[in-house]
Structures are given as structure tokens and as C-alpha cells.
């Protein structure tokens, strides 16, 4: 009898040990959400954080039982850490801008930059210790910055957040147990409302049009926020033209022709705050073809790109699921993103060090490793239009004109990759993350790769669905 009570006791206990987290979030947190600004500044080489303002943002709109972020995505990992037990009681992997400025040219000749970005974690009731974690070479994560956090201190802002104008756009339950999606417009002019509006139901159709959203929509709510800019149009600074929007949204981020980011993360964040979000899309009203996706900061795409539908699903992908680019033809920004000797975080990219530990193994069915495909014939193809393309931009084509050139290449590249041997199988295929050799991509296909209405391979699908569980649960 005593010897039961004992065991009762004990298991008990452990029990409560082994799941804290789980069992935790109304002993930790108040229910409210608390963002934290930091200033993230340096070179290739060094790299320091400063804490700027914190600030109390309405209900914790993601999970309240998922606390532990086990998917062991991002280049980063924000960790709420209890005092004085020290258990980590919150933390959620993530990229950022810097992450991806620290790989330029510049960054590598020691030009320091500082960019803003943000924390939101549920905030906790008492003084606790927030930790900022980057991966080492070696892929584990390490200690980057500390610092103690008491939310009673007067420096928390507390102030309650001004009014937006919110429209929900489709809602299926508690911000809790949903994706809550937010869809933020920039450079729509004051008269563009509806069409702003029109735009974020055509991006919602389009995200779940494609699988696994198709099948998971109703893990989602979607809400937008109208914010009309004083002109039509956002900053390409190549092409000359500056505008001051609201979110701070622009081409040619790190110079890039296409690459549209903000890098105003406190001017959209606060236009965010007035509706629950877990994942942000920023449509900007543009028909020049372009947009941004970094993991757990949000995803832009222009919208009234003929291949906006596209856009929106492929950077979302980044943004959402921290996927990496599989295509690795196009000129990029970045000198040295990954080093092939090193196997890369995102989950559908592999360096295949070691073939019998591949990470989508469970997925390959028989196909050999690494998986032989027509890849110099498809390289030919594509330097052919990579040449078109540059001659055309030099020439100031149109966007139509550019748009004909997409649909003459996703006509040839489907039927090409399609007629592969091991086409819609999945297995290691050479060319992926801007590396022509020694990185993979899983499928001989995928939204990730190429503009083609071929969907996310099953290793992409699976990356999504872990992050919608997450989320959702
Ligand atoms: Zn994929």
C-alpha cells in the first residue's frame, strides 16, 4: 500500500517534470503577447544585439500547449528562460534579415549594418531571462545574447494598442488552436481599399488552392489590415523611384532587382499589433514582378503580378516553413549563403554527406541516391534563358513582355522536368539553394524550385504541415 502511494507519488512528479511546458501556460503566462524590439548589428564577422522597446501587444494569439519549438528550424531561437529554475518555458526558431545581410559582399568586407527586428512571446508573469540563440557551424545552437526581462518594470510599454482598420477575411475559430495569417497591403493608394481587399481574398484563394494549406484551411484564420500609403506604389530605388509607405515594403533589397522587404520592422509590426497573427503577408500594390520570404518574419509578393498567385505561395513557403530556395540558376545577393560541406537547416535542402542519413529518407522510395537527372541539358536550357532575360531587363522590357518570357519557360521547364525518369518521385537531386553542385533538392519539381503549377514536394509538405501543427495545437 505505502509502496504504491510511493510510485503514485513518483510518477507524479515526474510527470509534472517531464511536461511542463505542456501543462504550464497559465502558471507562466499572463495570456497577453509581449514584443520585444532589438537592434541586430555587425559584419561577417562579428555581431552584437541591443534591446530596444517592449511592448505589450493584445492576447497571445498562437499555442498555448505547443510552447517547446521542436521542428529545429531557423538560423535562429528565441528562448524565454524561468528565473531562478532556469527551464526554458518558451522558444520558437526563426530567421532574419541580418541573418541574410551577414552573407553579403558588403558584410564580408566588414561594413558594419544594423537592422531592427522583433521577439513576440507570450509574456510571462514574472522577471525572466530572454535568450537569443544562433546556429554555429556545426548546425547546434549557441548562446548569442542574454538579457533579464522584468515585464513589471515601467520600461514595458503598456499603453493600449491604436485602432486598425481589421477586416476578417476568413475565420474559423480561436486565435489559439488557429494559423492566424495576416495580410498587410502596402502602397495602395487611399482610393484602393477594395482593390487591397480584393487582392487579399485572391492571395487567401491562391495559398489554399495548393496543398498541404488545401487540405488544412480550416487550421487557419486570415484577417487583413487596410493602410492606405499617400501614392500609388512602393520605393525601387534602381528604377529611381522613392515612395514613403507606411510598412517601409521596397524593391531591390541588398540590391537585388526583385527583392521586396521591409526593413521598417517597428513601422508594419505596429500596424500588425491591432490583429492577432502568428505569419504575415505583405501584398504591395505593384505589377513589376518580386518578393521576400524570411522564416517567421512575414512574406511579400507583388500584387498585380501576373504571377502573384505564385509569388504568394513560393515566398510564404520561406516565410512559413523557413523552405529554402531548391533553384539555384538565378543571380542572387548572396556571396556565400551555405557552405556545401555543411548539411543546411532548411528541411528540403541536403549537402547528402552521409546518404544513409538523409533527413527525408522515410520519403524515398526506391530511388537511388543521388538521384541521376537530365541536369546539363536543363542547365543549358536555363543559362539560355537566364541570357534572354538579362538582355531583356537591359533593354527596359515590360513587365508584360517579361510575364511571356515566364510562361514560354514554365511551358518548356514543366514538360522537361516532368519527362525526368525519376520525375514526382522523391529522392536527392543535384542543384539547390544557389549551388549548382553539393546541395539537393528532394524532387526533380516543386514550387521551390520553379514557377511551374507542380505544388510543394512531399518534403516541403511535411516541413509545412510540422509548422501548422505548431501553431495550431
Ligand atoms: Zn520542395
Known amino acids: 500500500m505505502n509502496r504504491n502511494r510511493t510510485w503514485m507519488i513518483l510518477l507524479l512528479l515526474l510527470s509534472l517534470s517531464a511536461a511542463p511546458a505542456a501543462a504550464g501556460f497559465d502558471g507562466w503566462f499572463t495570456g497577453d503577447t509581449l514584443r520585444v524590439d532589438l537592434y541586430h548589428s555587425g559584419t561577417a564577422a562579428e555581431e552584437r544585439i541591443a534591446l ?24 535562429y531561437r528565441v528562448e524565454v528562460v524561468a528565473l531562478p529554475s532556469n527551464r526554458v518555458i518558451y522558444s520558437r526558431g526563426f530567421a532574419s534579415i541580418y541573418g541574410e545581410w551577414e552573407t553579403t559582399g558588403e558584410a564580408n568586407q566588414g561594413v558594419w549594418n544594423t537592422i531592427e527586428e522583433a521577439v513576440r512571446i507570450p509574456e510571462p508573469k514574472a522577471r525572466f531571462q530572454l535568450r537569443l540563440m544562433k546556429r554555429a557551424s556545426d548546425q547546434t545552437f549557441a548562446q548569442l545574447w542574454t538579457r533579464t526581462i522584468d515585464p513589471a518594470s515601467r520600461f514595458v510599454d503598456r499603453s493600449p494598442v491604436p485602432p486598425a482598420d481589421v477586416v476578417e477575411i476568413e475565420v474559423h475559430g480561436d486565435p489559439a488552436t488557429k494559423v492566424d495569417l495576416l495580410i498587410l497591403g502596402d502602397g495602395y493608394a487611399a482610393d484602393r481599399r477594395d482593390k487591397f481587399l480584393a487582392d487579399a481574398r485572391k492571395a487567401r484563394d491562391a495559398l489554399f488552392a495548393v496543398d498541404p494549406f488545401k487540405k488544412r484551411r480550416k487550421d487557419f484564420n486570415t484577417r487583413a489590415i487596410w493602410t492606405p ?28 532587382e526583385r527583392y521586396v522587404l521591409s526593413l521598417e520592422d517597428k513601422r508594419w509590426r505596429d500596424v500588425a499589433a491591432a490583429a492577432p497573427y502568428d505569419t504575415v503577408l505583405i501584398l504591395v500594390d505593384e505589377r513589376k514582378y518580386g518578393g521576400g520570404g524570411i522564416f517567421n518574419l512575414y512574406a511579400t509578393a507583388a500584387a498585380d503580378s501576373a504571377y502573384a498567385d505564385y509569388l504568394v505561395v513560393h515566398e510564404f513557403g520561406h516565410s512559413f516553413a523557413g523552405l529554402g530556395d531548391e533553384y539555384y540558376s538565378s543571380s542572387v545577393a548572396y556571396e556565400k549563403f551555405t557552405a556545401p560541406d555543411v548539411e543546411p537547416w532548411e528541411p528540403n535542402i541536403t549537402a547528402l554527406l552521409d546518404p544513409e542519413k538523409l533527413k527525408w529518407a522515410d520519403l524515398v522510395d526506391g530511388t537511388p541516391l543521388p538521384t541521376p537527372w537530365g541536369k546539363e541539358a536543363y542547365d543549358a536550357e536555363s543559362r539560355a534563358y537566364q541570357e534572354r532575360r538579362n538582355a531583356m531587363r537591359a ?34 537531386f543535384e542543384g539547390a539553394m544557389y549551388e549548382s553542385r553539393g546541395l539537393y533538392r528532394p524532387r526533380a519539381d516543386c514550387i521551390m524550385f520553379t514557377r511551374n503549377d507542380v505544388g510543394f514536394c512531399p518534403v516541403c509538405s511535411r516541413a509545412i504541415e510540422q509548422v501548422i501543427d505548431l501553431l495550431s495545437r
Do not use: C
Open 395 to 428: 533593354e527596359g522590357a515590360s513587365e508584360a513582355e517579361m510575364e511571356a518570357l515566364f510562361d514560354e519557360v514554365k511551358k518548356e521547364s514543366t514538360a522537361t522536368l516532368a519527362a525526368e525518369k525519376h520525375a514526382g518521385k522523391v529522392g536527392a
Open 229 to 256: 500609403s499617400p501614392e500609388q506604389g512602393v520605393a525601387r530605388p534602381r528604377a529611381g523611384v522613392y515612395r514613403e509607405t507606411p510598412l517601409g515594403a521596397r524593391y531591390n533589397t541588398f540590391d537585388s
Open 52 to 75: 530596444g522597446r517592449l511592448r505589450i501587444e493584445g492576447p497571445w494569439p498562437g499555442s498555448r500547449t505547443r510552447l517547446l519549438d521542436e521542428t529545429g528550424l531557423g538560423k
